[in-house]
């Protein structure tokens, strides 16, 4: 009887799964020492890779033009912006 229902439970979780791909679009602040910086995410499809995406650097964001070739990356990968110190939206 357990055997039986863990496999139905399995099956049911990797149908699931598999028909449940969603899109990701978060943007979210978190602390790192003691300054909000901001992490934002974006794919179509979150059972692809991470691909984290360190622009810029202190005092440059190249987020405004990443949007022109994130559009591509997207579709491979779960494409991850970290507005480093001085950079973005993240103050210094």
């Known amino acids: 009887m357990h055997t039986r229902l863990l ?37 179509k499809d979150d059972t692809k890779p991470l691909l984290l995406f360190l622009h810029g650097g202190p005092g440059f964001s190249s987020r405004a033009y990443s949007k022109k070739f994130i559009k591509y990356l997207k579709k491979d990968f779960i494409v991850a912006q970290w507005d480093q110190r001085g950079t973005g939206i993240t103050k210094a």
């Open 7 to 43: 496999t139905t439970l399995c099956l049911l979780f990797i149908t699931f799964h598999l028909s449940a791909q969603q899109r990701v679009k978060t943007h979210e602040g978190v602390q790192i020492g003691r300054i909000k910086q901001w992490i934002g995410a974006v794919s």
